[in-house]
């Protein structure tokens, strides 16, 4: 397998390097994570939160699924949410989509029983909730504006949960942000989608996603 002996040939030597650099970096970062926050992303490949974040290793606990989506009824991501809150103790949480994103466009495209496409229904549940808004834009523009609108959806589920309502109630300091990386230009964007307490969510979403 050429693309494993390449994969290992790299690793192996980013190890040299990044010991020829810090010689204690290996011994310290075994020794314990502390990550600075939880990214809840995309699993597209052009997506790697390290490298489009530029941060060191160790910074980002990281959940990664089809079109970055944050569903209360899954074990994993419940599992990964509360690990980061309760015994990493996180400060931070990102979740971050793209444009261009395929399950995005899958979501409009087409449905049916496929796991992906059960998956993605939760994707067309937030295009029927804003669909008056949707239907007018041409086809790309929908699928970036439905990008962002998941991501506004993930949050808010997030923002809902018991677990971070558990940790805003004791005092814990958990900010819970949306971003949009533009697969073009290689940016991030704030989508002004930011909040640190129950207080604050709800001022700005608890009539909205009541029902």
């Not at 970096?25 to 314990?32: E, L, P, Y």
């Not at 926050?37 to 290793?57: E, F, H, N, Q, Y």
């Not at 008056?132 to 993930?154: D, H, S, T």
């Amino acid at each position: 397998m050429p693309f494993i002996k390449k994969m290992i040939a790299y690793n192996h030597s980013w190890a040299a390097e990044v010991t020829r650099d810090k010689p204690d970096f290996f011994k310290t970062i075994a020794r314990a994570q502390s990550p600075e926050t939880l990214w809840i992303g995309c699993s597209d490949a052009r997506v790697g939160p390290d490298k489009l974040g530029g941060l060191p290793m160790g910074s980002l606990f990281v959940h990664r699924n089809v079109a970055n989506i944050f569903a209360t009824n899954d074990l994993n991501s419940m599992a990964v949410l509360e690990y980061a809150i309760d015994v990493l103790k996180v400060p931070n949480i990102i979740v971050c989509g793209h444009y261009g994103c395929g399950g995005i466009h899958a979501a409009l495209e087409h449905s049916g029983i496929q796991p992906v496409d059960l998956w993605l229904d939760q994707v067309r549940f937030v295009f029927n909730r804003h669909a008056k808004e949707l239907k007018k834009l041409p086809k790309e523009g929908r699928a970036n504006r439905l990008a962002e609108l998941n991501v506004e959806a993930q949050v808010h589920n997030i923002c809902r949960n018991t677990i971070v309502r558990e940790a805003w109630k004791r005092g814990q300091d958990v900010c819970v942000t949306g971003l949009i990386f533009d697969i073009h230009d290689g940016h991030l964007k704030q989508l002004g989608i930011e909040f640190r307490s129950q207080e604050e969510w709800e001022a700005c979403y608890g009539e909205a996603f009541s029902d």
